[in-house]
Structure formats: C-alpha cells, structure tokens
C-alpha cells in the first residue's frame, strides 16, 4: 500500500486516470481459491456458499494490477465484510492512516467515509456518473484476479495439498504475479479449455453489521459530498 503523501497523490492518480474517480487508492473484493477439504470436525466451514472447499482471499490492488494487500486465512463460508471487518487495512483507514483517500468495494461491503460502493437506487444524473466511474474503476480488482487465475491456474482449478500450505501458496503466487508485471510479462492468453473461475460477489450481499442499527451515516453522507462537489461538477 502506498504510505508517503508522494505515493499517495501518485496512486490516486492513477486510479483517477480511468474514469475520472477522485482520491481512490484501491479496489478491494475477496475472491476463492478452491481446495480439497481439510478433513476434520470444522471442515464444512470450508465449504462456500457454490458447494465447493475454498478460502475466501480478500485482495487490494492498484490500478497497475498489482497486488497492495492480500488476506488468505479464512475459511470459504466466511462473507467478505466479515474479513474486511477484521483486517489490518480496515484499522489502518480508521486510524486514518491514509489521511482521506479511500478504497472502492462492491455491494458487499458497508459504505463508510473511507469505503465506496456503488449506489442501490440512483435518482439523479450525477449519481449515474458516480456509479459508473466506481464500477469502471472498482473493475481492476476483477482484471487483476483473471490475470493471476490464468496465470497460476493451482489458485483457479484447486489446490490440493495440506491446508496448512496454501496461505503460502496464494500469497507467494500474488507476489509472483507483481513481479511479473513490474517485468513487464505478457498476460496469460485464456486456455479454451481450461478458463479462469471468477468469482461474481456483487450478488451475494452479506448481512452487514451496519444494517444491525440501521446505515452508517458517515459513510453515506461522505459519499453524498463526493457525488456533489466532484460528479455534481463533471455533470
């Protein structure tokens, strides 16, 4: 993750260079890595909510497609804002240690003051320009996770060795695949027979913690500020 105000300003940019979306500097979604089962009494909270063994790995990346933050520890029935709840990132934004700047999630995740998701019902023009640049953007994530499956089919296909390894497994292939793009690799072609499973979590919305006691209301009314003093504009 970018950490001087330089790398900050820079990272943003380069987000803000697709479509135009201010102060992002990461997209976030969890994506899972199917495996055989661990076996056991606590297999079955392996088992995700597609009927298959996996780990639920929550990714952030940058809009060069490389991986800035990888989580690879939990269990494949586990919901993405559970992870993301539970994740140093989440601390490091709370204690602000990345000053305003923010992340762009699906509708997965809670909207707060330091994490944007798409709106559920758009009623003004401004708001559609909001939802499609934090769509158009937010999709780097998705390019950045078909990349890696193609270009580490283990972490697409299965993993199957000791559920103790494969943390390891999946960190050391996203770390290889930073280094293959900082060299310049050329991507991976999409095998005919053998395509990349992608995971499509924009409709498994889990129960957030929020909706509990009713919406953040920080988180909607930073978002509300955006829409008007940045999209209100290129409108």
């Known amino acids: 993750m970018p950490s001087t105000e330089e790398e900050l300003k820079q990272t943003a940019m380069k987000f803000y260079q697709i479509a135009r979306f201010p102060r992002a500097i990461g997209a976030v979604d969890c994506t899972h ?22 780990i639920n790995t929550q990714a952030i990346c940058s809009a060069d497609l490389l991986f ?8 494949g029935s586990a919901y993405d804002s559970l992870i993301w709840d539970n994740s140093n990132q989440r601390r490091h934004f709370l204690h602000r240690k990345y000053g305003n ?13 330091f994490k944007m ?6 009623t003004s023009p401004m708001q559609s320009l909001y939802n499609e640049s934090q769509i158009r953007t937010r999709n780097v994530i998705e390019r950045t996770f078909g990349i890696w499956k193609r270009r580490f089919p283990i972490v697409s296909r299965g993993i199957q060795v000791n559920l103790s390894r494969i943390p390891g497994i999946i960190v050391a292939t996203c770390l ?46 930073a978002r ?12």
Request: aromatic share 8%; charged share 20%; hydrophobic share 35%.
């Open 101 to 113: 700047y923010c992340l762009l999630g699906d509708s997965g995740y809670a909207q707060t003051a």
């Open 176 to 221: 290889l695949h930073n280094i293959a793009r900082l060299q310049n690799d050329l991507e991976p072609p999409v095998h005919p027979d053998y395509p990349p499973i992608l995971d499509n979590t924009a409709d498994e919305i889990a129960v957030l913690p929020n909706n509990r006691s009713g919406p953040n209301t920080a988180g909607h009314n």
């Open 117 to 122: 998701i798409p709106l559920e019902n758009v």
């Open 68 to 75: 800035t933050d990888v989580v690879a520890r939990w269990h």
């Open 33 to 54: 890595v199917p495996m055989k089962s661990p076996g056991g009494e606590n297999a079955e909270i392996y088992r995700n909510r597609k009927g298959y063994f996996s």
């Open 224 to 235: 509300q500020v955006l829409i008007e003093q940045h999209f209100g504009r290129l409108g």
